[in-house]
C-alpha cells in the first residue's frame, strides 16, 4: 500500500462540514484480499491498538468493527479506523472518516483532522503500520506515537488562545489560523481582528515593548505613585554586591528582558546566594536587575479594557513526601497528572526540573534523590508561575478596592489593552500600598490559570477580550457566495454593484480577477479558496462577494465558514466526467455545498425554474428566496405560501414578493444588462442579484439603482455579450461554453435585428464528445456561416479533436460544409471573421483569452474611426 497524494481541506467540502484530508491511495493488488486473509493481520493490529475494539462502524454496534474484521474488511476501510484511532490516542477528539474505490487498487481516504501536519502524519503511520502486516516485519509503534506527539506539542493551540476561539465561534465569529503557530484572524475584511495568544491587533506595540522592559515599567510606574520594589540594573559583581547592601536582603535577581517566570531569583539572603544566582543569570542574559525582595502571596490580576477580571493567586509547584519516593519521583507523579502538560498546551504545566529548582531545594539541604517525611510537603521553587508547574486559585471576589484601582492604572499607565499585572501581598483584600508592590505588567498574559483554577470559581476572560476587540465595530462583514453553471460571473459582478451603492467597500472574486474597491489587484480566473481567501483577510472590506466554482469547491471546499447569503444561479450540464462528477446529481451535490454554508438566519437563493436547483431544496436548512420568469410557478408561490421571498417578472416588470406584500423593483427594460430585455438571462441573473442583496437587507432603491447602472459591456461585465459596432455590423464577445450558455446566448441575438448570423464556436477540451457535439448541432441550427475554433489549453485533447466533433455535430444538421471554416488559432479566426463582415451582420465568438480579442476589436475601431475621419477631412 502506498500514498499517492493528499488533499487537505481547511474548511467545509464535499465530504464533510468539518476539517478533512483526502488521502489517495494504491493498495497494490491488495484491494480484494480481505485483512482476515492475511496472516496475524486482525490479531497484531488489535493488540497494537486495543482502542479499535470499542469503534462500531458501518454497522454501529458495540465493537462492530472488531466484526467486520474477522468476517472479512479490506485495507482502506481499515487504514480510515486506524487513522482517527491513532489520532484519539494523542487526544484529539475526532470521528469522521470513510474509504471509497476510484477504480481497481486505486482508492481514496478521506478523514478528520483538528491539526494538520498530526493528521498528516497520522496517515503515513496507518500505512506504514498495514505494510508492516503484509510484509511480516515488526514496526515500532511505539516511537511512531512519540514522534507524532512531538508534532502535535508544536502545532496544539495552547489553552489561553483555545478559550479566546471557542468564546469568538459561540458568537458567530469565523475563525481562521494564519500559518502554523499561534495567529488567528477572528472575522473578515475591515472587522477582523488577529491574535496572538492574548496580544491582538489592539495592542500597541510601544505598550508591549514598554512591558517587556522590567526597568522601564518600573520608571513609569514610580512615576504614577504606584507601588513598585526598589531595584535597578546591576553592572559586575562588585556592582551587584553594593547595591544589594544598599537595598537590604534579602534581594531577587531577575533579567531585564524574561518572561514567565524564567531565571528570577528570590529570597536572595545573603551575599553569597546573590553572587552565585548573578553567575547563573550571566550565562544567558545580560542586563539583569536587582530588587528588594517583597513577601507575601503571588497574585495576577488580569486586565481587560482597563478594568479588573479576574484574579488568581499563584502557587509555587510543590510535592508532598510519603517517606519512599525521592524528590525526582515525587516530581514525576505529579507530572503523571492528564491535566499537565508541556509548556501552554494545556491547563496545567509539568513541574520543570532545571537549575534553578535544584538550587532553590538546595537550601533547604535536599536534592532530587532525597526522601522526604510522610504529608511533608516541600515547596521547589519560589516562583509561582504557571509555565513552571505552579497551580492557581481563583480570588476575584475578595480583590480590594484600592488593589483594583492599583491594577486599573497600571495597565492606563503602560497602555495596555490585556494585560496581566502580578502583585506581591499579604492579601489581596487589603491595600498593597503599604507593604505590596507590583512584580511585573505582562503583555500577552495567559489566562488559562482564570479558565482552568485549581481552585475556585472560573472566569471568562475570553468573553471579556472578544467584547474589547469588537466593542466598536461589527464581529464580521457580510459574506455573499455564488455559484451555479451559468450566469453566476454576471450575478456577482453585479451583487458587487448594488453593494457599492449601498456604500460598501467590496472585495469580489471573479473569473476575470480578484477586487478590492472595484480595483483588480489580480488578472486571472479566481474562484477557488486562495483568491476567496484574498478577499476576506483584506482590511479594507466591508462586504465579501464571491463567485465560487465547481472546481474549486472539489479542490480546496469553502474558503469561508458560513455565508449569509449563498447564491446557486442554476445547474446544467458541465464538467461531467471531470474530478469524480460522472452526473447531474453529483455536480448538484457539488453546488449545493454553496446553500448547506450559509447561517441560520441567512437566505439560500434558488432558481425556481431550475429542475435540478429544485431537487436539492431539501439539503438547505436557511431562509430561501426564489427567483423566476413565471410569477405562477408552482416552487416560487409554494415558498411565497411558507413565509419565503419570492421574486418574479410579471408584464415585463421584476417584483419582490412576502407575504402580503407585492412590490415593483425595476421594469426589465430598465436593467442595463440585459439590452432592454432582449437577454433574458441577464435578467435572471439581475433576479438572482436582487434576492442576494434582500437578504443582506439592502434597501430597493439601492438594488433598482443598482441594476440600472450596471451596464453590459466591457467596463462592468467584461466578455458577457460585450457588443461593439464595426464596419455597420455587430460583434459579440462572450464567455460562453456548454451548452445552456450557447443558447441562451443565440436566444438573445435572436431578439436584435441582422442579415447574416456568424459564428466563432469553440469548446473546453474536457467536455464530453456527447456535449460538443450537441453544441455543434446547436450552432448548425442557428447560424449562417460558422468559424470553428480552439482553446490553446486543449485539457487532454489533441489539436483538432474537438474540432472534428464540433464539425461533425455542425453537418448532422445538414449545415453546408461550404460555409464552415476551420481555424484553431482563437484569434486568427477572430481576425478572418472580423475582415470577412458585411453591413448588418452580427459576429458572435465564444472565446477562451478575452484580452487578445478586445485588443483586437478595439484597434479595429480605432483604425474605422481614422479612416472616417480622414475621409471627412478629403471631402472638405
Known sequence: MKIDDLRVFEGRNIYSHRKCIKMYVDLEGYSETPTKDIKNFNKKLLEIIPELNEHRCGIDEEHGFRKRLYEGTYIAHVCEHIIIAIQNMLGIDIAYGKSREIKEDKYYIVYEYNYKNTAIKAGKVAVDLINSFINQKNYDFAKAMGLLNDILIKEKIGPSTACIIKEAQKMGIPVTRIGDNSVFKLGYGKYGKTIEATISSNTRAVAVDIACDKLLTKEILKNQCLPVAPGELVKDIDDLCTKADEIGYPVVLKPRRGNQGRGVFVNLKNKNEVIEAYKLLSNNFSDIMIEKNISGKDYRICVVDGKVEAVSERIPPYVIGDGVSTIRQLIDNVNNDIMRGYGHEKPLTKIKIDKELEAYIGKENYNLNSVIKKNQKLILRENANLSTGGKAADCTDIICNENIDICERTAKAIGLDICGVDLCCEDISKPAFEKGAILEVNAAPGIRMHHYPSKGKIRNVAKAIIDELFKNSHKTIPVVSIT????????????????????????????????????????????????????LNNSEVEAAVLETARGGIIKKGLAYDMADVGVITNITEDHLGIDGIENMKDLAYVKSLV???????????????????????????????????????????????????????????????????????????????????????????????????????????????????????????????????????????????????????????EKMDYKRLVGIIGVPGDRTDSSIEEIGKIAGRNFDYIYIKEDKDRRGRKPGDVANILKKGVLDTDFSVKKIKIILDEKQAFEDAISNLKSGDILIIFFEKLEPLQDLINKKISDEKIRKLENSEAII
Open 484 to 535: 451555479g453553471t451559468n450566469g453566476k460571473t454576471t450575478t456577482t459582478r453585479l451583487v458587487a454593484h448594488i453593494l457599492n451603492k449601498a456604500g460598501y467597500k467590496v472585495g469580489m472574486t471573479t473569473t476575470g480577477g480578484i477586487y478590492i474597491d472595484n480595483k483588480c489587484i489580480y488578472t486571472g480566473d479566481t474562484t477557488g479558496y486562495y483568491s476567496a481567501k484574498a478577499v
Open 595 to 749: 446553500g448547506e454554508a450559509v447561517k441560520n438566519d441567512g437566505y439560500v437563493v434558488l432558481n425556481a425554474d431550475d429542475s435540478v436547483s429544485m431537487s436539492i431544496i431539501d439539503r438547505m436548512k436557511s431562509n430561501i428566496i426564489m427567483f423566476s420568469k413565471d410569477k405562477y410557478n408552482t416552487m416560487l408561490r409554494r415558498n411565497i405560501e411558507n413565509g419565503g421571498f419570492g421574486i418574479y417578472v410579471d408584464d415585463d416588470v421584476m417584483y419582490v414578493e412576502k407575504g402580503n406584500n407585492v412590490l415593483p423593483v425595476i421594469r426589465t427594460s430598465d436593467i442595463k444588462v440585459s439590452i432592454g430585455g432582449k437577454l433574458m438571462y441577464n435578467v435572471e441573473n439581475a433576479m438572482a442579484a436582487c434576492a442576494a442583496a434582500i437578504g443582506l437587507n439592502i434597501n430597493y432603491i439601492d438594488i433598482s439603482e443598482g441594476l440600472k447602472g450596471f451596464y453590459g459591456n466591457s467596463f462592468f461585465n467584461p466578455g458577457r455579450f460585450n457588443v461593439y459596432e464595426v464596419n455597420n455590423a455587430k460583434v459579440i464577445l462572450d464567455y460562453g461554453h456548454n451548452i445552456a450558455s450557447y443558447k441562451s446566448v443565440i436566444k438573445g441575438i
